[in-house]
């Protein structure tokens, strides 16, 4: 996930050195933002799960990673 999110970041460098349109270089923005969050939600799904003893597939996992 971390080198997918580091090819997006630089999709949106190479879109900002290539002058591209705001609205593509936002929507590439969107999408890391989007990544980063879905890695950060999963990432502490998995830690609730651990701690409080809830399996991968218990409330505490999926609640944080439907999104």
Known sequence: ????IAG???AVERA?????SCSDV???VAAVRGAV???MFRRSGV????STGTSKRGVAF???TTW
């Open 1 to 4: 996930r971390v080198r997918r």
């Open 8 to 10: 997006q970041v630089g």
């Open 16 to 20: 900002l050195q290539s002058d591209s």
């Open 26 to 28: 936002l929507h590439l």
């Open 37 to 39: 969050w879905r890695m």
């Open 47 to 50: 830690t609730l799960a651990e």
């Open 62 to 64: 999926w609640s944080f």
